[in-house]
């Protein structure tokens, strides 16, 4: 099963889902991670913007998909029996639908107000200006780089404290069939 754990910048998903793969004791794949890798493994340092142009120009949409494939399925095997990884960071719809192909997935998204969003990527990555803000938001919305809510099984409240947003997506895991390891009270 594919835990996969959407949301915009600065929503907690990759927060969220590194301590929920300490708790399962599974591997969490970062699909920013991914890219780095792939830019700098295929096209030095010019790598990044060059795939984004093929990227955005659609000649190639697989470009991400085939090495989150491979990664995700080796992960998967290495859990054996329960089979099991999260993957976050997902942010176009296309990547998910890839990934629904190889294994069951449940879509956890994580919501949050654009001024939460805005002081979480201040303290995470040093004061941006709000115009910035705007035009990296907006921006994502015109590239059509935003998951829609729609294509998950649950919508989780971003603003709640962290151990309640990670309650929230064990509770609909464990009537899914996937426990914690972790002991009750145990944060």
């Not at 399962?24 to 096209?43: A, N, Q, R």
């Not at 010019?46 to 093929?54: D, I």
């Not at 998909?65 to 995700?72: C, D, S």
């Not at 895991?173 to 426990?179: E, I, K, M, P, S």
Request: hydrophobic fraction near 40%; aromatic fraction near 6%; include cysteine.
């Amino acid at each position: 099963m594919i835990i996969a754990v959407l949301g915009r910048a600065g929503s907690g998903k990759t927060t969220v889902s590194a301590i929920l793969a300490a708790r399962l004791g599974c591997e969490y794949i970062d699909t920013s991670k991914v890219v780095e890798e792939v830019s700098t493994l295929s096209k030095g340092k010019q790598g990044r913007k060059a795939l984004q142009k093929v990227h955005l120009k659609q000649e190639d949409p697989d470009w991400l998909a085939t090495p989150l494939i491979e990664r995700a399925q080796a992960s998967l095997q290495v859990d054996e029996p329960r089979r099991l990884c999260i993957v976050t960071g997902i942010r176009e719809p296309y990547l998910l639908y890839r990934l629904q192909e190889i294994d069951e997935a449940l879509v956890f998204s994580i919501k949050v107000n654009p001024y939460m969003r805005y002081c979480r990527l201040c303290t995470r990555d040093g004061f941006i200006s709000v115009d910035d803000f705007q035009i990296s938001d907006n921006g994502d919305k015109l590239l059509g780089l935003d998951i829609t809510f729609e294509s998950t099984h649950r919508v989780i409240d971003g603003e709640q404290a962290l151990e309640n947003v990670i309650n929230d997506i064990e509770v609909v895991l464990f009537q899914h069939g996937v426990r914690s390891h972790r002991k009750l009270g145990e944060f």
